[in-house]
């Protein structure tokens, strides 16, 4: 693990499942724990990429940090964790995806990694329409390059064949959650 890998924080008021979740993950990412919607208010920052967030918790409910963070305007995904499933509800409130207990290693590590695709296909569609941008000013002006053209549409069909292949290894709840940013 670097520096550099993707910080996760579990909000979990069960102990052993902050410890059972924060193994799973530790390879792979920089894992902050909370016992409590307070504590997880406290460490949640602007280098926090996904929270990973229990429903049902004294005192702060999942749905409230959820309120509080969207509030906070921070940029992290939100992956809540219920006992119950009821997955629309959940995206309703804001959470970016929804993962029903008990939950499986390969489940928490397929929704960790789905939520940080869903981040990268926002930075390779802010680059898409950037590069669209840029070719609507090259054909606007007075004598525009072939070879710049040629260059700049050879990458956005790059990019729209990305895209397109990040939307079709999208599930249902991950499509939505995307479209609804």
């Not at 890998?5 to 990412?29: M, R």
């Not at 409230?64 to 499933?85: F, G, H, Y």
């Not at 939520?115 to 329409?129: D, G, I, K, V």
Request: glycine letters at 2%.
């Amino acid at each position: 693990m670097s520096d550099t890998d993707p910080i996760v924080l579990i909000v979990e008021d069960e102990s052993s499942l902050v410890d059972i979740y924060s193994h799973w993950l530790s390879d792979d990412y920089q894992i902050r724990a909370a016992e409590s919607g307070e504590r997880a208010l406290e460490l949640i920052d602007e280098d926090v990429d996904i929270m990973v967030l229990d429903r049902l918790m004294p005192a702060l409910t999942g749905r409230e940090v959820i309120e509080n963070v969207r509030e906070q305007s921070l940029d992290c995904k939100i992956v809540m964790a219920t006992a119950v499933e009821s997955n629309f509800d959940l995206i309703e409130a804001g959470a970016d995806a929804a993962i029903t207990k008990p939950i499986t290693k390969d489940e928490l590590l397929s929704v960790v990694s789905q939520m940080l695709a869903h981040e990268n296909y926002r930075e390779l569609e802010t680059e898409y329409f950037d590069l669209l941008a840029e070719r609507s000013e090259l054909l606007a002006s007075a004598t525009p390059s072939n070879e710049e053209l040629s260059t700049l549409e050879s990458r956005i069909e790059e990019l729209a064949a990305r895209l397109d292949d990040r939307t079709q290894e999208m599930d249902d709840n991950a499509f939505i959650s995307l479209m609804r940013d």
